[in-house]
């Protein structure tokens, strides 16, 4: 799972969280993990909503930081 709160994320994997600051705050969102892929030092996220909006994030983990594509 994945929930955004104006400006940190949080992905929920396996039981371990991760959280990423933004780095421009978003509206607020939860959704579930429909693909990741590595990207370099990160990783693209493809994340739906209960209401079927899709979004693409990519999530920097060195820097913990998180961007929308």
């Known amino acids: ?5 104006a400006d940190r ?15 421009r705050p978003l509206p607020p969102f ?3 993990v429909l693909a990741l892929l ?8 493809w994340v739906r909503s209960p209401d079927g909006e899709r979004r693409v994030l990519l999530l920097d983990f060195p820097r913990r930081e998180a961007r929308e594509m």
């Open 30 to 32: 939860s959704g579930e």
């Open 1 to 5: 799972m994945v929930f955004v709160l």
């Open 9 to 23: 994320l949080v992905l929920r994997l396996k039981g371990r969280e991760f959280r990423f600051r933004l780095r």
């Open 38 to 45: 590595p990207d370099g030092p990160g990783v693209v996220v």
